[in-house]
């Protein structure tokens, strides 16, 4: 219940903040510009549900996202990313793990693979983070069965804007986000790896009902599911979000002085005292909810 579903879902505290679109204008801007925070598993048809979003897209000149789907898409990113995926040849899971750890984890493997004859001793050789990623991607199949991978909300948003003839820009390198997935030390990632799976029940139930809220767009049940103490450390959510956002903040005041941007990024990104919203608000712009 720990980073890789935070990661995927990535959500902080909004508190009383509790919308998707925000509007940013004053200080210098000629145009007002947009944040939207996303969840990264929602089908590509919930844009038409956000109030003001389909409007925000037509009305901008640029999109900005974490990675462009382009790149995160692109032959070499996956080549670059399944390598990583690879422990080295001495930290295989199995040698990271005791006995009975190995065990449960083989559990959760045969839990989600079972039936096509997988097992652990198959997958041994990934990073713990590797396959931790992995029960995340297999939970959300499992428990959302009419899921496409190739049309998901964040997606959708960067589709439509380039659609219009507007270019999409990436906030992070496929690099930077490859480190932030699989570049913790193998034995905090083996630990992370055997408390998802000794909890996976728990971990199922957080899945769903993070899907549900954001899907009813009940800020309030999503902020006391996503920000249980036990799913995230406060360590974990520096590094994660509020580290990311104050060096995202001073590319796209730069991006928004020059024309109107949607930025569009996971909602955790936008709320909080390092949310976006607060750190724009720092810099003298009017950061208000569309309604």
Excluded at 56 to 78: G, R
Excluded at 169 to 197: K, R, V, W
Aim: charged share 25%; glycine share 6%.
């Amino acid at each position: 219940m720990k980073r890789i579903l935070f990661a995927i879902a990535l959500f902080c505290s909004l508190s009383s903040q509790a919308q998707l679109l925000w509007k940013v204008s004053g200080g210098d801007l000629e145009k007002p510009s947009y944040l939207f925070g996303t969840y990264h598993l929602m089908p590509s048809s919930f844009v038409d549900s956000v109030p003001g979003l389909p409007e925000a897209i037509k009305s901008v000149d640029a999109v900005w996202v974490e990675i462009e789907n382009e790149k995160m898409t692109s032959p070499a990113t996956i080549q670059q990313m399944t390598q990583m995926m690879v422990a080295p040849a001495d930290s295989s899971i199995d040698k990271l793990l005791s006995a009975d750890g190995y065990q449960i984890v083989d559990g959760v493997v045969k839990r989600y693979l079972g039936a096509f004859g997988v097992s652990l001793d198959q997958l041994k050789t990934l990073r713990p983070a590797a396959l931790e990623t992995q029960f995340a991607q297999l939970m959300g199949v499992k428990r959302l069965p009419n899921m496409d991978p190739a049309k998901l909300l964040d997606g959708e948003v960067e589709r439509r804007v380039k659609a219009l003839g507007k270019p999409a820009n990436s906030l992070e390198t496929i690099d930077f986000q490859i480190q932030l997935l699989f570049g913790d030390p193998l034995s905090l990632q083996a630990a992370s790896l055997l408390e998802m799976c000794k909890n996976i029940e728990d971990v199922e139930k957080n899945f769903d009902e993070m899907h549900n809220a954001y899907g009813a767009q009940d800020f309030e049940k999503l902020i006391s599911v996503a920000f249980d103490p036990a799913a995230m450390s406060k360590e974990d959510a520096q590094k994660i979000c509020y580290d990311r956002n104050v060096k995202w903040v001073p590319v796209l005041v730069d991006a928004a002085k020059k024309g109107s941007v949607l930025v569009a990024v996971g909602a955790a990104h936008l709320g909080m005292e390092s949310g976006l919203i607060e750190l724009l608000r720092q810099q003298g712009f009017t950061v208000e909810p569309v309604k």
